[in-house]
């Protein structure tokens, strides 16, 4: 959905304007942004920020998961590539990226709100995944099969679910795929006896967020390392962004942009 509105290293951090919109003053022209989905909500409001300071600039914004980011801005389809991992090494010498990382991310477990099952330890979540524990009466909930939700090859909350959470274990051939946080989200919502992940931020009252191993995933625990299933949220560029887009890159950075990373539930850097 479109909204109008060599070794591996890290783009320095950039340096913000005392007002980050007074950058956009006389400039004109696009941005194309597409990838990890959980970025998207920031990517509006900071769209509707600086397309509100300034019509003659336009903002395009796609999902598509973090794979289709580093791939579309590496090709030089988008200007933005945003990525809910960091980008490999290999993709890095590919395409020659520079990585801006604005937000911390935790990746959480969710179940319906009506799920008694609100803990789980790392061995359970692993069984679970792998379909070798297969009915929530095992786990002190109801008598029911358990439902399994998991995100496509291309997303960085599963690669990051995967790795930290799953410790690279097994996903059921059988789970199912959904596209996205917001699907992800609406899945569990209408199922009583499924369990997913979705990014911290999208964490709301239509599903419950389960602890992993005693600890709950807040941004809190996220921010003091207690919750280990934690990324950063990457926009990529392909070598160094033009004037218009390190603009945009700067809002990110500035307070403002930090303000609406806060706002959208995620840990700002800055």
């Known amino acids: 959905m479109f909204f109008s509105i060599p070794l591996l290293f890290f783009a320095s951090m950039p340096v913000t304007h005392a007002d980050p919109l007074a950058a956009f003053e006389g400039m004109k022209g696009e941005i194309k942004i597409s990838g990890g989905t959980a970025h998207i909500p920031v990517m509006k409001a900071a769209a509707k920020a600086i397309m509100s300071a300034n019509p003659e600039v336009r903002i395009s914004i796609a999902g598509g998961g973090s794979g289709v980011g580093i791939k579309q801005v590496g090709e030089g389809l988008v200007d933005i590539g945003n990525s809910g991992r960091q980008p490999t090494e290999g993709e890095v010498s590919k395409y020659g990226l520079k990585m ?10 969710v179940v319906h709100p009506q799920n008694g099952v609100k803990a789980l330890t790392e061995s359970q979540l692993k069984e679970i995944f792998s379909g070798k524990i297969s009915n929530w009466k095992l786990l002190g909930g109801p008598d029911k099969a358990i439902n399994l939700y998991t995100r496509d090859a291309a997303s960085g909350t599963r690669e990051v679910f995967w790795q930290k959470a799953l410790g690279k274990g097994e996903i059921l051939d059988k789970a199912n795929v959904v596209v996205s946080n917001g699907a992800m989200k609406a899945a569990i919502s209408n199922d009583p006896y499924g369990i997913g992940y979705v990014s911290v931020g999208h964490i709301d009252d239509s599903v419950s967020a389960v602890a992993l191993d005693g600890v709950a995933p807040t941004m809190e625990s996220v ?5 280990p299933v934690a990324r950063g949220l990457f926009s990529n560029t392909k070598g160094d962004p033009g004037p218009l887009t390190q603009s945009f890159l700067d809002f990110l950075f500035s307070p403002a942009g930090q303000a609406i990373v806060r706002d959208s539930g995620f840990i700002p850097v800055k």
Do not use: E, T
Not at 100 to 109: E, N, P, R, S
Not at 223 to 227: A, K, T
């Open 223 to 227: 921010l003091s390392g207690d919750y």
């Open 100 to 109: 801006f990382k604005w937000a911390i991310d935790g990746v959480a477990v």
